[in-house]
């Protein structure tokens, strides 16, 4: 992956990532579906935005035509992938700052 569209990739995530815990309520989910853990359903509903998040920029990045976007390569999925886990353990520490405050 050319390592411009990975600072793009980043970038992205950088903002989402420091506003998703701030701006984000999630006392809804509760009220609606029985969740056992919150701190789970949050990490997984964070990290899903943030894969999509980075697909999407990949997305506009690579295109080669408006109607002719290339096809994402493995290698490439493997490294948003590898993106997004790096960032999940210090999410999973955000959200439990935030669930005791």
Same mark, same amino acid.
């Given at each position: 992956m050319d390592s411009e /569209?990975? !600072?793009f990739i980043e970038e992205s995530l950088d903002k989402y990532e420091e506003n998703a815990l701030t701006q984000e309520d999630f006392s809804w989910i509760a009220e609606l579906v029985p969740i056992v853990n919150m701190k789970d359903y /949050?990490? !997984?509903y964070i990290i899903g935005r943030m894969l999509t998040i980075a697909f999407a920029v990949h997305h506009e990045t690579t295109k080669t035509l408006l109607i002719f976007p290339k096809k994402i390569k493995d290698e490439d999925r493997m490294i948003i992938g590898t993106i997004v886990a790096r960032r999940a353990t210090e999410v999973y520490s955000r959200i439990e700052q935030r669930l005791h405050q």
């Open positions: /569209i990975r !600072g /949050i990490l !997984g």
